[in-house]
């Protein structure tokens, strides 16, 4: 376990409701966790309490197992809104630079950030310049040189097209590692890219639990105005008209609705 938030209390102002009212989340190491839940419903405001970014009320953020203060990196929706410095050579050296170390091993941290994320052609160039996908791969590179336990994505996919969310999807996943990710999405399909799902209502868990049980249960996406991805709500048409296979998953992309319905065995969840 390398994050436990427990019961956290937000409020904005002590003459309103809270923001969230007791949100309690675990995030393990390697597992990335999708937080979803209706505009309003307290998504942002927990990525900046984990984060530590935004006052608490009551209820503590702690390193799991080990307790203490866990090392959280906080990517925002809008990534021009965090990168500041001149190259992005230069933004992935930031965080090492910050903690002392040495110019050597700065130099070894952005050279093998760039490689792991696709910078090569990148680095020399101004990050106002990038494009939005560029961006983001450039601030969660930059997150990952602070040398983080926790990522936490807020809507990061938010701005980007098919071709780019996809893209972005798989270096998040591809580079988890030991990390844990938080990712917090409207997006269905940065959803089945997820191992857990813990959905959010007026600032209280309505709902968590795996993601291949999340979209087995259509009614709970359809109580609280989400959407699942295509995949899930092509297979549960076709299971309210009796044409799903009996023992079938729904699967989390459309190329897993192939094997099921060429008659090949149950999909993966």
């Known amino acids: 376990m390398l994050l436990r938030a427990t019961d956290l209390v937000v409020r904005h102002h002590p003459s309103l409701p809270p923001v969230l009212a007791g949100v309690s989340l675990e995030v393990g190491s390697g597992e990335l966790v999708a937080v979803v839940g209706s505009n309003g419903s ?65 130099a070894a941290v952005v050279d093998a950030l760039v490689r792991a994320h696709r910078l090569d052609a990148l680095w020399a160039r101004d990050p106002g310049t990038l ?8 601030a969660v590179a930059a997150i990952e040189a602070c040398d983080v336990d926790v990522l936490v994505l807020d809507e990061p996919t938010a701005l ?23 990712w917090i999405t409207q997006v269905a ?35 609280y105005g989400l959407e699942l991805p295509a995949s899930a709500r092509v297979a549960h048409a076709l299971r309210a008209r009796g044409a799903w296979p009996s023992g079938a998953t729904i699967p989390r992309e459309l190329a897993g609705l192939v094997p099921v319905l060429a008659g090949a065995g149950p999909a993966r969840a």
């Not at 813990?198 to 291949?212: K, R």
């Open 189 to 223: 399909d940065d959803v089945a890219r997820c191992d857990r799902v813990v959905v959010l209502d007026a600032g209280v868990v309505v709902w968590h639990g795996a993601v291949g049980d999340y979209l087995e249960a259509p009614q709970v996406a359809a109580t």
């Open 131 to 138: 494009s939005g996908g560029q961006q983001q791969r450039v």
């Open 42 to 106: 307290g998504k942002s405001t927990l990525a900046r309490a984990l984060a530590g970014l935004v006052e608490v009320e009551s209820g503590s953020v702690t390193g799991g197992e080990g307790g203490g203060a866990p090392r959280v990196g906080l990517v925002l929706q809008d990534p021009a809104a965090q990168l500041v410095a001149a190259t992005v050579a230069d933004e992935l050296a930031l965080g090492p630079e910050g903690a002392g170390h040495p110019p050597t091993q700065v």
């Open 160 to 182: 980007l097209d098919a071709g780019a969310r996809e893209r972005f999807g798989a270096t998040v996943r591809g580079d988890a590692g030991q990390r844990g990710v938080v």
